[in-house]
């Protein structure tokens, strides 16, 4: 007859077949003298075992049910126990040595009194003095896979080795990095990006983040060339200095809408030059948004250089609308991020560590709801880019999320839905600043004289069959000129 497997062998397969045996009664209780050694589990039932002198070397648990457990004499020697009930558990002449305790209940448990801790890091522990045991848990999760350590460090080891860029391999860390899904976008970019090396040049697209800078940027006249320089410059706490003929060029790609219009506007930002032409550029402004937003990938990148430029225009009309969908997306890359750092990756078992906190669940719904089918399927095209691309499309949606939020926040009417073309609303080569949007009823009280110069209405009247009509109110800036766009939802 075959030996049934141990304990130690249940779990390294996962908790899943470990809960099921727990749940039929075929699992024995007896478990004296198990070793476990870089165990990686979550979610496992071992309420009312006798793990008495049993040993656990450098495991990370997560919610672990050691309720009534029997831990006499047991031994935790280094890892990492997150959210692991110990309520009412046996812990006489237990150890904890080099240990990380976080957010573990104690209440009720007995033997304290002869509980060892050395060096021991404890964060939100609960019931370490002698409470009453409050009612049992809920039962375990069940269907939930775990893996060993060995598994992460493998996949690691591949990654350092592959992954590196400039034929620097990173040194290869002796504690495992923990699973971080909590940490912002930006403590996640910042610690990817230390590893990296030297910081690539697209780092100065997504200043929001407070990048590592690049010590020298290539020579050149582009836009895009000047804009970086006057981002590193900003960020060195220095003042960018207006170059006259990029500032030319900038307003020109401007008016043209051009391709060049986003990072025009985001240069023109950073040296404090206002845009002479805003609505000229909206339109291929928002195509480009809009031609990002409808690829068909779960982390596609979003250029925060048009985000940026939208904002700094401010062209909110139908761009807010992409908000969700690009929340979305970086709710999956943060996720993925985590995973990966954490040494978990679409082959391993990574589900586990997607089930071992709140943060990482948050994160998983927010990008696909309830399809972990479609999750997986973009955990698997985003682990297959290159580091540097996963970084990049971290940082561009981190930013550009970011932009798209403050656009959100600004007065409605900020932009009117334009359909004029520009020479209705230039003046001095450039366009009439946009003063307010008003109704119909408005105009008697806001603007008559400006009402009756422009449409011809009496002060104090209320243009004739225009209840439907926005009247849109301009000024120029050289010489004060001003007028009234009439805005029909009709046209």
């Not at 957010?103 to 033997?111: L, P, S």
């Not at 900003?234 to 986003?262: F, I, S, T």
């Not at 997607?354 to 399809?371: F, Q, V």
């Not at 359909?419 to 307010?436: D, N």
């Amino acid at each position: 007859m075959p030996k049934a497997p141990t304990i130690e062998k249940l779990l390294q397969n996962g908790s899943a077949e470990w809960n099921k045996l727990r749940k039929s009664g075929q699992a024995p209780t007896g478990q004296t003298g198990a070793t476990f050694t870089q165990l990686f589990s979550a979610n496992a039932d071992l309420s009312g075992l006798e793990l008495v002198g049993s040993e656990w070397e450098r495991c990370d648990l997560s919610k672990m049910n050691f309720r009534d457990t029997d831990l006499t004499n047991a031994y935790f020697h280094g890892g990492r126990l997150q959210d692991c009930d110990f309520r009412g558990a046996n812990l006489e002449g237990c150890v904890f040595e080099k240990l990380k305790l976080l957010r573990c209940d104690f209440t009720g448990a007995k033997g304290l009194e002869d509980l060892e801790m050395d060096d021991v890091d404890m964060d939100r522990v609960t019931g370490l003095d002698g409470e009453e045991a409050p009612p049992p848990p809920p039962p375990p999760v069940q269907g939930i896979t775990a893996f060993t350590r060995e598994q992460r460090e493998k996949m690691l080891g591949q990654t350092h080795a592959g992954g590196a860029m400039d034929g620097a391999a990173s040194p290869h860390p002796d504690e495992l990095p923990p699973f971080r899904p909590q940490d912002p976008p930006g403590s996640l970019f910042f610690r990817a990006l230390k590893r990296v090396g030297a910081p690539p040049l697209w780092v100065l697209d997504v200043p929001g983040l407070r990048p590592l800078l690049p010590q020298r940027l290539p020579p050149g006249s582009s836009l895009e060339t000047l804009y970086r320089e006057a981002v590193k410059t900003r960020l060195e706490n220095k003042k960018p200095a207006a170059d006259p003929g990029a500032v030319e060029r900038a307003q020109k790609a401007l008016r043209m809408g051009g391709k060049e219009a986003n990072v025009a506007a985001v240069y023109l930002r950073e040296v404090g030059v206002l845009p002479l032409f805003r609505f000229a550029a909206a339109k291929q402004l928002k195509a480009e948004l809009r031609t990002e937003v409808e690829v068909d990938d779960l982390t596609g990148s979003v250029d925060p250089r048009t985000t940026g430029a939208l904002l700094e225009l401010r062209l909110t009309h139908e761009v807010v609308e992409h908000v969700h969908e690009v929340r979305r997306r970086l709710a999956a890359a943060q996720l993925y991020t985590s995973l990966l750092e954490a040494g978990f990756n679409p082959e391993n078992n990574w589900d586990e560590a997607l089930e071992s906190a709140d943060a990482s669940l948050e994160l998983a719904n927010a990008a696909t709801g309830e399809d972990r089918q479609a999750l997986l399927e973009g955990f698997q095209v985003f682990a297959a880019l290159p580091e540097e691309a996963r970084l990049r499309r971290l940082a561009y949606l981190a930013e550009s999320v970011s932009n798209l939020e403050l656009l959100s926040r600004l007065p409605e009417g900020m932009e009117p839905q334009w359909l004029s073309g520009p020479e209705v609303r230039e003046c001095h080569e450039r366009e009439m600043t946009y003063v307010q949007s008003l109704k119909a009823q408005d105009i008697p009280a806001k603007v008559p004289a400006l009402g009756k110069a422009e449409l011809g209405v009496p002060e104090g009247e209320v243009p004739e069959e225009s209840d439907d009509d926005l009247f849109v109110h301009v000024r120029c800036d050289v010489c004060g000129k001003e007028k009234l766009i009439v805005q029909s939802p009709e046209a």
